[in-house]
């Protein structure tokens, strides 16, 4: 067996042109022309509207938040009688915060992917979300419950509830997202740039970033994600912020409790309770205070020192 | 007047830039490039069915995000390639989603055993490489796609799956080393 030879032949294998055995090339171009022309068309109808493709909120960190959450939902689909909104306030083009006042007694029946598996802390299994006090799991851990909303792309929405405990939540972060500890390594990966807060609460530095895996655990190229996390030791109390790239795709609509317009150095945004996002340069940076006990003021401070 | 090519509204930015790509541009990209992309995505996937609908989604990203592509970061192929693989990796996930199918299924569909109508006819030898490429990991066979289909360099590759240029050569050849075994037990090689 001729080793030298075999790879030669490898390598000239590796050189064949499949698209040479379609005659694909012209009738691609003209579909994906066509298809534009339609869009615009499309684009022409719906210019009315806002563009909310995808319908985000954001991590839960407490049970009272669930609830407003969970019914915040029900309020957008069949539940209007129970509650009003009594605010809306939009931040950019891709962005919208709906403020809610609840008008009835709303349903906080435990979804049907949930049922059974939610307990008190006596270990009695819910029938019902509670206004207030923490949900566990079948193993006595605390879990926070998940919710993303999204539009399909045949126009269906569809909700994703999960109670994961902290450790499932930290479990699947991990597996799913590369951590890096240098803000820079970050950037090649991301499809926009940015820049952190020169000022940090006493005793905050910076900790981690962490982006998105693809099904290699590789960060995915281009992304328009990236999580950071300022630290001041004990993780429990990290500050999060969050980096989105806003465009039609990434754009959200959010229920984040009572929120309020605010402007800094020029850029809008929204102060809630615990919350700061604010758009800069097409950026959305979304800071959550979280457990730190870090106030809005410093929040406000953390935003106004992005250069 | 040449018209702007645009899946969605401006973003404010986007108009103040002009950042939108020019239908004779994207024309010009999409016969200079075609080749490769088209030839990535058969490298990867294993149905060349579904090779035609990946091409044109990759062209419409190319379209969506043109404006945000930064000379200063990457060359254009290298960025280009990027957009390739995410719409390989989400084409596999949305597979995974809807169903599974086994790999003899699936070389069987590509040597032509099952819905013949349905299969692009490939001649011997390509069929035997394709044959070989399923046998190599996922990473093996992006690495080679990407190095032999899209004809980029090592330093791009390496760039791209976040890999030193000596790993991404380790793997090359080792991969070529497997291809070499599976095309000689199917006598491909003289």
Known sequence: MNKENHSRQIEEL??????????SQEKILNQILNKLENSRNIIEDKKESLPMKKIFVKPIFTAAMVVVLITGFVTTSFGQDLWRI????????????????????????????LKGKLYDKSGNVLAYFPENGAIYNQRGEEVLISVVVYENEDGSVVTKIEALSKEEQAARETSQMTTLTDPESAKPYLAFDFSLPAYLPEGYAFDRIQLFNDENGQPVENCEYASVYFSNGDQAKDIY??????????????????????????????????????????????????????????????????? | MESILSLRENTPAEQKSGSNIKTGVFKQLYETHYKRVYNYI???????????????????????KYGAYDPKRAAFEAWLMGI????????F??????FSVSLDYVIGCIAGNNQPEEVIVLNESNKALLQALAKLSEKERNIVALKYAAELKNTDIAKMLGLSDSNVG????????????????EGALQ
């Open chain 1, 14 to 23: 590796l050189k064949t042109d499949f698209s040479r055995e379609s005659d």
């Open chain 1, 86 to 113: 009594i605010k809306e306030i939009s931040v950019g083009k891709h962005a919208k915060y709906t403020v809610i006042e609840r008008t009835g007694t709303p349903d906080l029946t435990i979804p049907e992917e």
């Open chain 1, 241 to 307: 912020l969050q980096l989105r790239l806003m465009n039609e795709e990434t754009a959200y609509e959010a229920d984040i409790g009572n929120v309020d317009e605010v402007e800094i150095n020029g850029h809008k945004g929204i102060i809630g309770e615990s919350n700061l996002d604010i758009e800069i340069d097409g950026v959305m940076y979304m800071f959550m205070a979280g457990a730190s006990g870090i106030n809005n003021e410093q929040l406000f401070k953390m935003a106004e020192s992005i250069r």
């Open chain 2, 42 to 64: 058969s490298y990867r996937i294993n149905n060349h069915h579904d090779t035609g609908d990946l091409v044109s989604q990759v062209f419409e990203r190319v379209i969506q």
């Open chain 2, 84 to 91: 390739a693989r995410n719409t390989v990796t989400d084409y």
């Open chain 2, 93 to 98: 996930r949305s597979q995974k989603r809807n």
């Open chain 2, 170 to 185: 380790v793997i090359l050849s080792r991969s070529l080393e497997k291809l070499r075994k599976e095309l000689g037990k």
